[in-house]
């Protein structure tokens, strides 16, 4: 989805399109970082890893420093939402992973939902997290209301502003285009093979 929206050209390597742990296991000795890892941005000589690194720099080859904040503020206000969301993030898949992940929904819901709550007020009745246009948190943020949207459990019924938030979002041309791709298609969160998700492939 990132890189949809930002209109990047790289090679944005993960768990999905095929790439298997043969291939993961034979590549990450090449690569030319002390840290190799799932995902990994590589472009020329550069290769960056981690999720949170590799978005970042996404955002800045292909010249959108505003998904990171317009000004000081909208940094604050990005950084901060971000490390609700990643809050949230972990959580889920703690659940996801779980063998008796179907037992665990209602206390994997119960220990979300301050966090949960307070989104709910950051977004408001605005489109995205900060008005009118998706920065770097929001991507975050549509992708644990698309974990929870798959959930038997409905946790996002008690949250009017999360849901609109969620439609806006997944309106996006971008993410319409997304959802005919066969990535879409073969997303997994419970039951088998629960995959963890990344943005950088939605």
Excluded at 34 to 49: E, I, M, T
Excluded at 109 to 134: A, M, Q, Y
Excluded at 173 to 178: C, D, F, K, R, S
């Amino acid at each position: 989805m990132l890189r949809s929206l930002v209109g990047s050209e790289m090679c944005i390597r993960d768990r999905f399109k095929g790439y298997s742990p043969q291939e993961w296991q034979r590549d990450k000795e090449t690569l030319n970082t002390p840290f190799p890892n799932l995902p990994y941005l590589k472009k020329g000589d550069v290769v960056v890893a981690e999720s949170e690194a590799v978005m970042i720099h996404a955002a800045l080859l292909a010249n959108r420093p505003d998904l990171l904040g317009r000004n000081a503020k909208e940094k604050i206000v990005v950084a901060t939402s971000r490390g609700v969301c990643i809050d949230v993030q972990e959580e889920l898949f703690k659940l996801f992973f779980n063998p008796n992940w179907e037992a665990e929904q209602p206390k994997t819901i119960e220990k979300i939902t301050p966090k949960l709550v307070g989104l709910e007020k950051l977004v408001g009745t605005k489109k995205f997290i900060l008005g009118e246009n998706p920065l770097l948190s929001d991507f975050l943020l549509y992708q644990i209301l698309l974990f929870l949207s798959r959930m038997q459990q409905a946790p996002l019924a008690p949250y009017p502003n999360l849901q609109n938030y969620f439609r806006n979002f997944d309106n996006l041309p971008e993410i319409q285009a997304y959802h005919q791709t066969d990535a879409y298609r073969n997303l997994s969160f419970f039951g088998q093979a629960p995959y963890r998700l990344s943005l950088i492939h939605i």
